[in-house]
């Protein structure tokens, strides 16, 4: 069964960079598909950044050149490192296994956890 723990939110100011860390077990991150995603308030929940199986890497048009989202193999750990952090990047943060689709989609598929959330002030 996966299990997936988010840490490292916060409040920053504007800016700002933070690096959320998602410790996983029942999944291995290095050759598994991970998803970033976040949920505003009153927003969907989205997907901000994605690393497939072949380790190449997505980004939603919102975050691309701020965010990067990468894997430490030997602590089973999917980080998001957010720099120039902006009051609409405010969200609650939660990772989670996902699997492709052939149009390029990815669909999460494991229970999600908590998240941490992110608070960007003006």
């Known amino acids: 069964q996966v299990h997936l723990v988010e840490s490292g939110g916060g409040l920053v100011q504007a800016g700002g960079s933070l690096r959320l860390s998602c410790a996983a077990s029942?999944?291995?991150?290095?050759?598994?598909?991970m998803g970033w995603y976040r949920q505003g308030p009153g927003k969907q929940r989205e997907l901000v950044a994605a690393?497939?199986?072949?380790?190449?890497?997505n980004y939603a048009d919102s975050v691309k050149g701020r965010f990067t989202i990468a894997t430490d193999n030997a602590k089973n750990t999917v980080y998001l490192q957010m720099d120039s952090l902006k009051p609409e990047d405010t969200a609650v943060y939660y990772c989670?296994?996902?699997?492709?689709?052939?149009?390029?989609?990815?669909?999460?598929?494991?229970?999600w956890g908590q998240g941490t959330q992110v608070t960007v002030s003006s």
């Open positions: 989670n296994a996902v699997v492709k689709k052939s149009n390029g989609d990815y669909i999460p598929f494991g229970s």
């Open positions: 029942g999944i291995i991150v290095s050759i598994a598909a």
């Open positions: 690393i497939g199986r072949s380790r190449i890497t």
